[in-house]
């Protein structure tokens, strides 16, 4: 049997102007439970300005696949997320395409979390690697992270949070099987052991198959998933998890600008279905992939000594192999190539904390963070194919280099409390990162050297021009929340944070340009060590207020950029490069609102306002500049409409929903505009009565892009792109309409 999963976006109307992400929910005397409303209820008393995405929301919101939760957080206010296929696969591989308020995230660090762990990094596989059924809620933090979320090789745009499903106290089985449009097939089977003795385990296994929406190619993606909870006593309890994902999919094609404006003809253009023959043709969809293997083991560690004490400890393991295959072609299509990025990389840490209450006055919190991640981000293997015959030929390496981990240490501490209508909170992380050394062998490679890759380090040459020694930066990050309850039922509130990023592009920009560099006495380390960190002071300031079970949430913020990384001219060298000169300034207004109409329909709003600009001017020669001050940022909408509502009568649940996207820039001069587009998804759930024996069946039609739509999902642009630099940006058109259909079963 199959069921499905359908979704119908609806566009919202206008009503007030400003919304950050729901702030935690202040429901104070609705009758409903967390798992029929989309937002989950938070306390108004949490010094929390974050929004919880419930089951239900991961269950209507979601796409088909289950597997990308920025599918759900999309629908919160100034989130910018538009997947390029149906199934919601999270393309291209070197980078999240999700940006909050107008930021992009920068390095290679990823925006999601698990547990509050920061198991997420770019570029590589891993992506995709949770099932969604294994997830019980989503947090969505942008303008205040607390010191504890405040993680990872960037925060810079803010985290998703995902929480674990643990395993069950009883007994039960899960089983969904969905299928619909492209061929999409999806299997999904969780088996809970119930409460055995002090210790409950569940395991899960899901399998997806797919083909592309244009062109040829296909999804596959296997994923195991395996829990244990150990709680032998309430003072203490272990939580362990395991994750094993396969994810292999071929890459979409990306369109130039001059395509974008006639998407009548070049929509459904895919890559050749054919090797092409001519040395300078490398259009072909099977040299455009990836393919990765990821391996996850995490633990969530409580121990309360006492009724005023917890200690908690996440450690945490990341293992990522594969490969992203994409081509390369220059302006006079004379050295055409395919490029072969392999990936092996790692990552580890652990987040440690001690809390402690004095009295509701006054909670105490001190830990420490400890994180390390080998590259790619910047790349270390990047090898050269070229065409011959129809056939790959190894040409050499476009970079080969070893690069040493990417280090943080960060102690931690935080104040918060309660004193009469007050609610606070006041943190800080200081944080020791640092960026790993690279030693380059590129310079020198050809067709000669060796394909494997430690064999071709071990007969290069290192190149002192291109190598770089470890870079350290030490950073202050505060935070601090102040709330005020107007009454039971309102509040006002403000927070402040700071959050981080460091861009890794001016290693790669260095190889290719190597030649201009070494003219003009310009190493990489001298370029190097003008670096710096870039932050972000973020600052909020709103009203949460409950009418009648509805959660209203207008506010209004501001975020000061520095050292945001951008294309400038260097007078010194007399060269340009990627350096982190530039400040930027961002603003605007958010308004969310959620909650029950009547006992039979709900809704979820979100509009937001986004301003997002460098402030100033760069160089880009001895006597020539830019003129991009207050310019918009590249695929940073400034206005955005989310809105669902879900209407239940009797075993029937309809939720239509739609998603407005403004016009957006592909370059930062703001000469290349995308056409603003409205989304539409519809889905139907039917409670049945019990079926094959189960104790529970839920059947589900969903229609995605209802109205089949042609628009842009994603602009694939560095912040600081001019087409007049030869940086211009990439365009790749979303999903065309599909229906899908599932059945879930739980025994």
């Given at each position: 049997?199959?069921?499905?999963?359908?979704?119908?976006?609806?566009?919202?109307?206008?009503?007030?102007?400003?919304?950050?992400?729901?702030?935690?929910?202040i429901?104070?005397?609705?009758?409903?439970?967390?798992?029929?409303?989309?937002?989950?209820?938070?306390?108004?008393?949490?010094?929390?300005?974050?929004?919880?995405?419930?089951?239900?929301?991961?269950?209507?919101?979601?796409?088909?696949?289950?597997?990308?939760?920025?599918?759900?957080?999309?629908?919160?206010?100034?989130?910018?997320?538009?997947?390029?296929?149906?199934?919601?696969?999270n393309?291209?591989?070197?980078?999240?395409?999700?940006?909050?308020?107008?930021?992009?995230?920068?390095?290679?660090?990823?925006?999601?979390?698990?547990?509050?762990?920061?198991?997420?990094?770019?570029?590589?596989?891993?992506?995709?690697?949770?099932?969604?059924?294994?997830?019980?809620?989503?947090d969505?933090?942008?303008?205040?992270?607390?010191?504890?979320?405040?993680?990872?090789?960037?925060?810079?745009?803010g985290?998703?949070?995902?929480?674990?499903?643990?395993?069950?106290?009883?007994?039960?089985?899960?089983?969904?099987?969905?299928?619909?449009?492209?061929?999409?097939?999806?299997?999904?089977?969780?088996?809970?052991?119930?409460?055995?003795?002090?210790?409950?385990?569940?395991?899960?296994?899901?399998?997806?198959?797919?083909?592309?929406?244009?062109?040829?190619?296909?999804?596959?993606?296997?994923?195991?998933?395996?829990?244990?909870?150990?709680?032998?006593?309430?003072?203490?309890?272990?939580?362990?998890?395991?994750?094993?994902?396969?994810?292999?999919?071929?890459n979409?094609?990306?369109?130039?600008?001059?395509?974008?404006?006639?998407?009548?003809s070049?929509?459904?253009?895919?890559?050749?279905?054919?090797?092409?023959?001519?040395?300078?043709?490398?259009?072909?969809?099977?040299?455009n992939?990836?393919?990765?293997?990821?391996?996850?083991?995490?633990?969530?560690?409580?121990?309360?000594?006492?009724?005023?004490?917890?200690?908690?400890?996440?450690?945490?393991?990341?293992?990522?192999?594969?490969g992203?295959?994409?081509?390369?072609?220059?302006?006079?299509?004379?050295k055409?190539?395919?490029?072969?990025?392999?990936?092996?990389?790692?990552?580890?840490?652990?987040?440690?904390?001690?809390?402690?209450?004095?009295?509701?006055?006054?909670?105490?919190?001190?830990?420490?963070?400890?994180?390390?991640?080998?590259?790619?981000?910047?790349?270390?293997?990047?090898?050269?194919?070229?065409v011959?015959?129809?056939d790959?030929?190894?040409?050499?390496?476009?970079?080969?280099?070893?690069?040493?981990?990417?280090?943080?240490?960060?102690?931690?501490?935080?104040?918060?409390?309660?004193?009469?209508?007050?609610?606070?909170?006041?943190?800080?992380?200081?944080?020791?990162?640092?960026?790993?050394?690279?030693?380059?062998?590129?310079?020198?490679?050809?067709?000669?050297?060796?394909?494997?890759?430690?064999?071709?380090?071990?007969?290069?040459?290192?190149?002192?021009?291109?190598?770089?020694?470890?870079?350290?930066?030490?950073?202050?990050?505060?935070?601090?929340?102040?709330?005020?309850?107007?009454?039971?039922?309102?509040?006002?509130?403000?927070?402040?944070?700071?959050?981080?990023?460091?861009?890794?592009?001016?290693?790669?920009?260095?190889?290719?340009?190597?030649?201009?560099?070494?003219?003009?006495?310009?190493?990489l380390?001298?370029?190097?060590?003008?670096?710096?960190?870039?932050?972000?002071?973020?600052?909020?300031?709103?009203?949460?207020?409950?009418?009648?079970?509805?959660?209203?949430?207008?506010?209004?913020?501001?975020?000061?950029v520095?050292?945001?990384?951008?294309?400038?001219?260097?007078?010194?060298?007399?060269?340009?490069?990627?350096?982190?000169?530039?400040?930027?300034?961002?603003y605007?207004?958010?308004?969310?609102?959620?909650?029950?109409?009547?006992?039979?329909?709900?809704?979820?709003?979100?509009?937001?306002?986004?301003?997002?600009?460098?402030?100033?001017?760069?160089?880009?020669?001895?006597?020539?500049?830019?003129?991009?001050?207050?310019?918009?940022?590249?695929?940073?909408?400034?206005?955005?409409?989310?809105?669902?509502?879900?209407?239940?009568?009797?075993?029937?649940?309809?939720?239509?929903?739609?998603?407005?996207?403004?016009?957006?820039?592909?370059?930062?001069?703001?000469?290349?505009?995308?056409?603003?587009?409205?989304?539409?998804?519809?889905?139907?759930?039917?409670?049945?009565?019990?079926?094959?024996?189960?104790?529970?069946?839920?059947?589900?039609?969903?229609?995605?892009?209802?109205?089949?739509?042609?628009?842009?999902?994603?602009?694939?642009?560095?912040?600081?792109?001019?087409?007049?630099?030869?940086?211009?940006?990439?365009?790749?058109?979303?999903?065309?309409?599909?229906?899908?259909?599932?059945?879930n079963?739980?025994?």
């Amino acid at each position: 049997m199959k069921s499905k999963y359908l979704l119908i976006s609806l566009v919202a109307a206008t009503i007030v102007t400003a919304s950050p992400i729901s702030i935690e929910k202040i429901v104070v005397n609705s009758t409903q439970d967390d798992e029929t409303l989309f937002i989950s209820d938070v306390n108004i008393s949490e010094t929390q300005n974050s929004q919880k995405f419930s089951q239900k929301s991961i269950a209507t919101l979601s796409t088909h696949a289950n597997m990308n939760p920025y599918t759900v957080t999309q629908f919160s206010p100034s989130v910018n997320f538009s997947p390029v296929d149906a199934a919601g696969s999270n393309e291209p591989s070197y980078h999240d395409p999700i940006r909050i308020r107008g930021k992009s995230q920068s390095g290679p660090g990823g925006v999601y979390m698990i547990n509050g762990m920061p198991l997420s990094s770019n570029p590589g596989g891993g992506k995709e690697m949770v099932d969604m059924e294994n997830i019980s809620s989503i947090d969505l933090l942008k303008g205040y992270l607390p010191v504890d979320k405040n993680l990872g090789f960037s925060s810079l745009i803010g985290k998703v949070d995902m929480n674990i499903l643990a395993p069950s106290k009883k007994m039960e089985t899960t089983v969904s099987q969905s299928f619909g449009a492209d061929n999409f097939e999806r299997t999904f089977v969780r088996f809970d052991s119930g409460k055995m003795g002090d210790i409950a385990v569940f395991g899960s296994v899901s399998n997806i198959s797919n083909e592309k929406t244009k062109g040829d190619g296909e999804l596959k993606r296997y994923n195991l998933m395996t829990g244990l909870s150990y709680e032998p006593s309430e003072n203490f309890k272990a939580d362990i998890y395991a994750i094993k994902n396969h994810d292999e999919h071929n890459n979409y094609y990306s369109l130039s600008y001059a395509e974008t404006q006639n998407l009548g003809s070049f929509y459904g253009k895919d890559f050749g279905k054919t090797k092409p023959t001519s040395s300078n043709d490398v259009n072909y969809f099977d040299w455009n992939k990836q393919k990765f293997d990821t391996t996850n083991v995490f633990a969530d560690i409580t121990i309360k000594p006492s009724s005023q004490d917890t200690i908690t400890i996440k450690p945490y393991y990341k293992k990522d192999e594969g490969g992203y295959w994409f081509t390369k072609t220059d302006a006079n299509a004379s050295k055409n190539r395919v490029m072969d990025w392999d990936m092996n990389h790692d990552l580890f840490g652990a987040v440690a904390s001690y809390d402690h209450t004095f009295s509701e006055e006054l909670k105490s919190k001190i830990g420490y963070w400890y994180h390390k991640q080998l590259p790619p981000g910047p790349p270390s293997d990047q090898s050269k194919y070229k065409v011959v015959n129809g056939d790959l030929v190894f040409d050499g390496y476009a970079v080969l280099a070893k690069n040493d981990y990417h280090t943080t240490a960060a102690p931690f501490a935080e104040l918060s409390g309660t004193i009469n209508k007050f609610n606070y909170s006041a943190g800080v992380q200081y944080q020791k990162f640092e960026v790993g050394s690279i030693k380059s062998y590129t310079n020198g490679t050809s067709a000669t050297s060796s394909v494997d890759y430690d064999t071709a380090i071990a007969k290069g040459t290192l190149d002192p021009w291109a190598s770089v020694d470890a870079k350290t930066f030490n950073t202050l990050l505060p935070s601090f929340y102040l709330g005020y309850a107007l009454n039971d039922n309102t509040s006002i509130y403000t927070n402040y944070s700071r959050t981080y990023g460091f861009d890794v592009n001016l290693f790669p920009t260095y190889l290719s340009n190597r030649a201009t560099f070494v003219q003009k006495g310009a190493t990489l380390q001298h370029l190097w060590d003008k670096l710096n960190l870039e932050t972000s002071d973020n600052i909020d300031l709103g009203v949460k207020t409950e009418i009648g079970g509805i959660i209203l949430n207008p506010s209004l913020f501001v975020s000061f950029v520095k050292n945001k990384q951008a294309n400038a001219y260097d007078a010194e060298y007399g060269v340009n490069y990627p350096a982190n000169v530039g400040d930027a300034f961002g603003y605007g207004a958010e308004f969310s609102a959620n909650g029950p109409i009547n006992e039979n329909l709900e809704f979820l709003l979100g509009l937001s306002y986004n301003k997002y600009a460098f402030t100033q001017d760069f160089k880009t020669g001895a006597t020539t500049s830019t003129a991009i001050k207050g310019n918009q940022l590249p695929d940073a909408p400034e206005f955005m409409v989310k809105t669902a509502l879900s209407y239940s009568i009797e075993k029937w649940t309809f939720t239509p929903s739609a998603r407005y996207t403004s016009s957006r820039y592909g370059d930062v001069a703001n000469t290349q505009t995308i056409d603003a587009f409205t989304i539409i998804d519809f889905d139907i759930s039917f409670k049945a009565h019990p079926f094959m024996g189960s104790k529970s069946t839920v059947f589900r039609a969903t229609a995605t892009n209802l109205t089949n739509e042609k628009y842009i999902a994603i602009i694939n642009s560095a912040d600081n792109a001019l087409a007049a630099d030869g940086t211009s940006s990439t365009y790749q058109t979303g999903a065309p309409m599909g229906m899908f259909f599932s059945a879930n079963l739980k025994y």
